[in-house]
């Protein structure tokens, strides 16, 4: 029997057989999948508030974004911020030993969105299931124990054992608990986990704590989780540590021994001695190779009801597949919080983005294909199309058009600056933004929030033409809505103080992200990077405006070949779009009105950006109206925005010419 098959194809194929050869020789091993854990536990948020005159929350951004620098390289840091006009922030941000590097950095990608509820508290702390991330006003680096703040959490999820077998299953948990503190103390280094008897158990004790510390406080753990009994299931949430235990294995691959790199390297020599025995056979499993992928496909591929199999957003799992040569590394394009994107060619040549999801969604299936759908009917030219998806595969994709100039921030922030935008190009560029958020807002049938506007999120086109994309975070709202409330989501640095600190989403989110990148975009620096001898993008450009300078904060790398007053008019209205209340931003629909009309007169801010701490100190929901009228200070303009027609005064939609998006050598 003779086998064909593409070059490509037969180097996946040989790989895939040599994945399931490695995959039965240690099929007797005990095995987690990997799962970054991102499951809530515990959080608390000090009474003591931060001062109302200070610039609290720009350092709390700050302090976060180092933290994530620290976890990207080492899965663990600590920092702080002294600042003089405010309270003093010290950070620790942990990842539990099991965990890969990937998995960390979405653990704490989930508690960074989480945390920011407890601001404008002065202190706060959150335990998810991978990992652990606290803020204070002191350095708390050596607590190990807290009488009033340390917990357990005994859950339900998995009910609990009685009768005779409470005994032994007390027991049995008591001995694996045992196990795990004496081995993290005495031989792991702070962290291990273990098995026994049908109870799995994990010991994590921070960095800081010490060896006598770690000790201390995971022997308080382990007596407080057996208060959990006769639940199945426990955890002791400390000052310095966690301890957990379950009759369901729930820690990843790796952990196994908790015993740091020398079994690391083990394991990667015992991997690789049997990835060579599996070579040896990989000849002979090729041909069965093809019946096997057949039934797996079978098995994989869930049943979809025939109106979504029918429907034209529909592709193939295998199309996509084999368009992005199998998702291999020379075609991903891009690496978002929602999974990795490829450029995929399509049979008929047609280019397209494929993104990835880092989730299945095999569970909502019908939610998702809607989301999908409804998406897919907006059309605009300053929004990324999106095509269509596929859900009937191993895991979800959704497709968009291809653009090849890849995002602004590539940009505005290069470090070499070999690519410089002229001051047309980032002008038309904002107009265009504006438009396809104004659209987005109030243009079509469904009014969307997009919620993570930022220069990343905006692609070129071959004529540096922008569209808004990644709507994965976007929420549909109604007319009779006046905010939703949401958990969360989005990039710290563009989020609103009041969806910050509230948790309550309205259209005036995207307004405030959108001024935060017009003033990224003009002035050619990033609004979430800090300088130890410097303000905050905000406050900069806001000092600027206060004594008349504004044409000061243009990107330097443009010299002197910018106009003046239409430069100063951007950032006017930038400085608007971020005023710390909802109610005295303007609404999309009036910032493209005034960036299209150079005869409007723009409104003086009435309040700088974040420096007006009373907004962030208010407990009670803070409801603004999503009414494009509602605040005075713009019912001048009158703007009216609607797919048909625009307002009198000015139009929204201004046609770009070819010739002006021309890119400095």
Request: hydrophobic fraction near 35%; charge should be neutral; include cysteine.
């Amino acid at each position: 029997m003779a086998f064909k098959c593409h070059s490509n194809q037969c180097k996946i194929a040989a790989f895939d057989v040599v994945i399931l050869a490695v995959a039965t020789l240690l099929c007797f091993s005990h095995s987690a999948v990997s799962d970054p854990r991102i499951s809530e536990v515990g959080l608390y948020c000090g009474t003591h508030r931060a001062s109302p005159s200070g610039n609290y929350v720009p350092v709390f951004t700050k302090e976060m974004g180092r933290l994530q620098e620290l976890v990207s390289k080492n899965n663990w840091g600590t920092h702080s911020e002294e600042p003089s006009s405010t309270s003093p922030i010290y950070g620790l941000a942990q990842c539990f030993q099991d965990l890969s590097n990937i998995d960390c950095l979405q653990c704490f990608a989930a508690s960074r969105t989480k945390l920011p509820r407890c601001v404008p508290s002065v202190s706060g702390h959150i335990y998810l299931d991978g990992c652990f991330l606290r803020y204070d006003n002191y350095s708390f680096y050596s607590e190990d124990t807290d009488p009033l703040r340390d917990t357990v959490n005994c859950t339900t999820q998995y009910g609990g054992v009685a009768g005779e077998a409470e005994v032994v299953f007390g027991k049995s948990v008591g001995k694996v608990v045992e196990n795990v503190v004496r081995v993290a103390v005495n031989e792991g280094r702070g962290f291990a986990v273990g098995e026994g008897e049908g109870v799995y158990a994990l010991a994590q004790c921070w960095k800081t704590v010490g060896e006598k510390g770690c000790g201390d406080c995971l022997k308080k753990a382990g007596n407080e989780v057996r208060g959990c009994l006769p639940k199945k299931e426990g955890r002791a949430l400390n000052s310095g540590c966690y301890l957990r235990y379950s009759t369901v294995k729930f820690y990843n691959q790796g952990g196994e021994h908790g015993d740091g790199d020398d079994s690391s390297r083990k394991r990667t020599i015992i991997t690789a001695v049997s990835i060579l025995a599996a070579v040896v056979v990989v000849l002979s499993l090729l041909v069965s190779y093809v019946a096997f992928t057949k039934k797996r496909k079978k098995k994989d591929f869930i049943e979809i009801p025939s109106y979504l199999k029918n429907s034209s957003l529909n592709y193939k799992y295998e199309t996509l597949e084999k368009a992005t040569d199998y998702f291999s590394t020379p075609r991903k394009i891009g690496q978002g919080g929602a999974g990795s994107v490829f450029k995929g060619t399509l049979p008929n040549g047609k280019d397209v983005a494929v993104k990835r999801l880092i989730f299945n969604n095999r569970q909502w299936v019908d939610d998702f294909f809607n989301e999908v759908n409804l998406i897919s009917g907006i059309n605009h030219k300053n929004l990324v199309k999106l095509l269509g998806c596929s859900i009937e595969g191993p895991e979800s994709l959704i497709v968009y058009e291809y653009l090849p100039n890849k995002s602004l921030d590539h940009f505005i922030f290069e470090k070499d600056k070999t690519r410089i935008l002229k001051w047309k190009q980032r002008f038309e560029i904002i107009v265009g933004i504006a438009e396809g958020l104004a659209y987005l807002h109030g243009g079509s049938e469904i009014r969307i929030i997009h919620r993570d506007i930022k220069s990343s999120n905006v692609l070129l086109d071959e004529n540096l033409n922008p569209k808004i994309a990644d709507f994965g975070l976007a929420r549909c709202f109604g007319a009779d809505k006046t905010h939703l409330s949401t958990g969360i989501a989005g990039t710290l640095g563009y989020m609103a103080p009041e969806y910050l600190t509230q948790g309550q989403l309205t259209d005036k989110a995207d307004v405030y992200s959108f001024g935060v990148l017009v003033l990224e975009t003009a002035s050619g620096r990033k609004n979430n990077v800090f300088r130890e001898d410097s303000d905050s993008l905000l406050q900069t450009i806001w000092k600027l405006y206060q004594s008349n300078r504004l044409a000061e904060a243009v990107d330097p790398c443009l010299g002197d070949e910018f106009p003046e007053r239409e430069a100063s008019r951007v950032f006017q209205i930038g400085l608007l779009c971020t005023q710390a209340s909802a109610s005295l931003r303007p609404s999309m629909a009036q910032v493209a009105c005034m960036l299209s009309n150079s005869n409007l007169d723009v409104p003086i801010p009435k309040q700088p950006p974040f420096l007006n701490s009373r907004l962030l100190s208010q407990t009670a929901p803070l409801g603004f109206s999503m009414d494009n009228s509602s605040s005075n200070t713009f019912q001048k303009i009158g703007v009216s925005y609607s797919p048909s027609q625009s307002s009198s005064s000015c139009s929204l939609i201004r046609p770009c010419k070819s010739e002006e998006t021309i890119l400095e050598a």
